[in-house]
Structure formats: structure tokens, C-alpha cells
């Protein structure tokens, strides 16, 4: 799979991750752990970032950020994870709300891996 579909397919998990948060914090459920989303390597595209990125890829300046970026995106869901397992839904909704540190977080992260897409035109 090349760089930019591996970009557009992380947006869309992503982007379905917010949801999995909505439907953990109505239902007090999830299939994973706060702990396994926290890590930022075990999401298809965090293992692609650790693991198996070309290295001229990887060597762009886009791709620092992004890592980074990404992190903060499972630490702040896995955060948001545990708040909504623990019945917290108030705050948890708080932590996912727009104009939250997850909702920036995941916003650059976006922008910045887009940006990257088109450093690869």
C-alpha cells in the first residue's frame, strides 16, 4: 500500500475511533482497553509508522510531527477511554468535545498528515 493510501486510511480509523468513543461513553463498553489505546503502536497505522516505513518516507519532515501527533491522539483517547469505563461520562464527553485537547489533537493530526500527503505529490 502506498504512503498516501496508508495516510487516508489512518484518517478514516481515526476518524471512526471518535465514534468508538461516543458509543463506549453511552454504554459504558468497548472492545479494547484504555492501556492498548494509549499505545500509539497498535493501531494499523502506528505499526506502520514504528515498523514498516520506507525510510525515505520516514526521513520527511512531516514525519516527526505526525508520530508525535499520534501519540497524543492514543494518549488522550485511551484517557477518554478509561473516564467512560469507569462511568465518567461527563467528563468523558467534556475530554471529546470540540474545543477539547482530543479534538485539537486530532484535528492537527489530520491537517498534518494530509499535509504530508501532498509533500508526497
Keep these: 500500500m502506498s504512503t498516501h493510501d496508508e495516510i487516508d486510511k489512518a484518517v478514516s480509523a481515526h476518524g471512526m475511533w471518535k465514534q468508538k468513543l461516543r458509543q463506549a461513553i ?4 468497548c472492545e479494547s482497553t484504555p492501556e492498548r489505546v494509549k499505545c500509539d503502536n497498535n493501531c494499523s497505522f502506528g505499526k ?8 525515505q518516507v520516514k526521513s520527511m519532515p512531516q514525519y516527526n510531527d505526525v508520530v508525535a501527533l499520534h ?10 477511554l478509561a473516564l467512560a469505563l469507569d462511568g465518567h461520562k461527563d467528563e468523558a464527553k467534556q475530554r471529546l ?15 498534518k498528515m494530509h499535509e504530508w500527503q501532498k509533500a508526497l505529490e
Design 26 to 29: 453511552d454504554t459504558g463498553e
Design 48 to 55: 506502520w509508522l514504528h515498523e514498516r516505513i520506507d525510510s
Design 71 to 80: 501519540a497524543d491522539f492514543h494518549k488522550e483517547a485511551g484517557a477518554i
Design 97 to 111: 468535545a470540540l474545543g477539547s485537547e482530543f479534538s485539537k489533537v486530532s484535528a492537527n493530526l489530520t491537517k
